[in-house]
């Protein structure tokens, strides 16, 4: 299973972001071979629309499970379209 974490930082030790839209990265975890990626958030920068934006890039990923903070409700209709689960 691809797990995805909101983080501030590149490693597996990072810290969690509590943003998910406008969070520095992505760490996404291969719960079966422990292999990762960190994925740079490139809407964290924008001006609108980053929650859906960054749903976008980690639908892209083939992410089933999320793991973050705050998620506004635009940024979860695309994940919740796109069969992947929610943990805040």
Do not use: W
């Not at 924008?46 to 639908?59: C, V």
């Not at 990923?61 to 998620?71: M, R």
């Amino acid at each position: 299973m691809k797990i995805c974490v909101s983080s501030v930082g590149t490693s597996l030790d990072s810290k969690i972001d509590p943003r998910f839209g406008r969070c520095y990265y992505f760490v996404i975890v291969d719960s079966e071979t422990m292999q990762f990626e960190s994925v740079p958030n490139e809407a964290t920068a924008a001006s609108g629309g980053a929650g859906i934006q960054a749903a976008q890039t980690i639908t892209n990923k083939g992410v089933e499970l999320l793991i973050t903070g705050n998620l506004g409700p635009n940024a979860h209709e695309v994940l919740s379209a796109a069969g992947i689960r929610v943990i805040t």
